[in-house]
């Protein structure tokens, strides 16, 4: 018997972009994906300053959730590369290390938690690859998006470690390629494809690489004549999305460039109402492709 998922938002969706796990919640089911009652998972937690302060508690906190998902019966889908990252990475260690499990599960007990080692987790855009597929995926496109030009962003917390995360090369990444494919997006395949968007660098105080990382990347997807930049993760798109409106006097080379959550183009191609998919509420609007999005003449 195929077990339910449950949702795995993170906590920038429910702060920022509550609209991400609505989608979710509407359009997995539509393609096959059972998503199970939601449950109060907590932080994952973060995997580059919250590890890097403490990797034991990062590990007994990680634990926690895969103890609420084991609770439920249930695997984990996520929403956010960093989230997969650490739920993923903590579930290999405490699945291939008795030891470390029986003292994460000392420590848990005092909590009520005791984890067996019996989740799978997933981000949403390897369920869909891997539980779908792209020919299945194909039949629920209503309405194909062929006016985009768009270049895909996988993340770095999605491709490494590729042994642990087994979701694509992490050298030359072609899953997103291929998924926006299949809602019939033009795909840009360009010089860059695995460059950080730079959000760990803001994270850790440096600004000024943020920024640069920032710059790199769009010029780089712009020189191949991208329109849009694809994402499926929250804090890749704050960065591409609040970073470009936040430092647009840093970026004077760089043309504005809309970048979209791929569960808003995937609810578009299904024929989803514009107005539902909160794209107008993103700091860098393309009028063209929101008119086209639309169905108006852009």
């Not at 034991?56 to 960093?82: D, H, P």
């Not at 470390?100 to 067996?116: M, P, Q, S, T």
């Not at 191609?269 to 794209?279: D, N």
Request: hydrophobic share 40%; with cysteine; glycine share 6%.
């Amino acid at each position: 018997m195929t077990k339910p998922n449950l949702l795995f938002t993170g906590c920038l969706i429910e702060v920022n972009y509550p609209y991400l796990e609505k989608l979710a919640n509407d359009l997995l089911p539509k393609i096959g994906l059972g998503i199970s009652d939601r449950i109060e998972f907590m932080c994952c937690p973060e995997p580059i300053s919250f590890r890097g302060a403490t990797d034991y508690s990062w590990l007994v906190l990680a634990a926690r959730n895969l103890c609420l998902a084991e609770q439920k019966g249930a695997n984990i889908i996520s929403l956010c590369n960093g989230c997969e990252n650490t739920l993923a990475q903590a579930n290999i260690m405490l699945q291939n290390d008795p030891e470390l499990l029986e003292k994460v599960n000392r420590d848990l007990a005092e909590i009520g938690f005791n984890y067996k080692g019996t989740v799978k987790t997933r981000h949403f855009l390897q369920a869909i690859y891997e539980e779908v597929g792209l020919e299945k995926l194909k039949s629920f496109v209503t309405r194909p998006l062929s006016f985009l030009k768009g270049a895909s962003h996988a993340g770095c917390h999605l491709l490494n470690p590729a042994d642990i995360l087994k979701f694509d090369d992490p050298l030359d990444p072609v899953v997103l390629d291929e998924l926006m494919d299949a809602l019939g997006i033009e795909v840009i395949d360009y010089e860059g494809k695995t460059l950080c968007c730079g959000v760990s660098l803001a994270t850790a105080d440096d600004r000024e690489g943020s920024i640069n990382a920032l710059k790199t990347k769009l010029l780089a997807t712009q020189k191949y004549d991208a329109d849009c930049l694809i994402v499926g993760c929250p804090f890749c798109f704050k960065q591409y999305d609040v970073g470009q409106r936040l430092n647009r006097k840093r970026l004077d080379e760089v043309e504005p460039t809309p970048v979209y959550y791929y569960l808003q183009l995937l609810g578009l191609a299904m024929g989803l109402p514009f107005e539902e998919t909160s794209i107008s509420t993103h700091k860098i609007k393309s009028q063209a492709h929101m008119a086209l999005f639309k169905g108006e003449e852009a």
